[in-house]
T-cell receptor, first 116, second 112 residues
């Protein structure tokens, strides 16, 4: 099983809503990632969790709140978003710290978010 | 993270080889060269990586210049399914090893 599963695939929300994106992997990976991708742009790193602890926050606004309840699950809680936050949100996982420049990330298909 | 430079787009005919170039003139001695690709409506997927020697796997080959300032991803026989954005990424050693930072990539169009 080499899958990273993201739900929902599509989400439409208003600026006052609270919603969550979910990500799950069963590969025994201990590092999990959130990326944001705007149309025709490369993915941008948002957060990295390592062993369920937040390891990297790339100066993401607080309206995005990540959570890693266990080693298989990663959530992204969304609150008071802006229309410019509309994007594809990608989850990824890897075995551990990508040692000495090697190792690979496994990505899900993404959750496409539209903020009205 | 060191920068990479790739052409914005390339075209190929189906069943012909494709050579996707990447320049990384500021690469350090400990940086690995990674390639990922992103098919339409999918997340990126790992293709290949290398340090100094050329590398082959079931998906592609990676040719690394002797001075390591450039590399080429080689798809031996392009198929329509290979139409994707291909990203060349440099990854450093331990300090930054959680970060995979994508550049702008090359959009590959495969003609039937």
């Amino acid at each position: 099983d080499t899958e990273v599963t993201q739900t929902p695939k599509h989400l439409v929300m208003g600026m006052t809503n609270k919603k969550s994106l979910k990500c799950e992997q069963h590969m025994g990976h201990r590092a999990m990632y959130w990326y944001k991708q705007k149309a025709k742009k490369p993915p941008e790193l948002m957060f990295v969790y390592s062993y369920e602890k937040l390891s990297i926050n790339e100066s993401v606004p607080s309206r995005f709140s990540p959570e890693c309840p266990n080693s298989s699950l990663l959530n992204l809680h969304l609150h008071a978003l802006q229309p410019e936050d509309s994007a594809l949100y990608l989850c990824a996982s890897s075995q551990d710290r990508l040692l000495r420049g090697t190792g690979e990330l496994f990505f899900g298909e993404g959750s496409r978010l539209t903020v009205l | 993270d060191a920068k990479t430079t790739q052409p914005n787009s390339m075209e190929s005919n189906e069943e012909e080889p494709v050579h996707l170039p990447c320049n990384h003139s500021t690469i350090s001695g400990t940086d690995y060269i990674h390639w990922y690709r992103q098919l339409p409506s999918q997340g990126p997927e790992y293709v290949i990586h290398g340090l100094t020697s050329n590398v082959n796997n079931r998906m592609a080959s990676l040719a690394i210049a002797e001075d390591r300032k450039s590399s080429t991803l080689i798809l031996h026989r392009a198929t329509l399914r290979d139409a994707a954005v291909y990203y060349c990424i440099l990854r450093g050693p331990m300090d930054s090893s959680y970060k995979l930072i994508f550049g702008s990539g090359t959009r590959l169009l495969v003609r039937p």
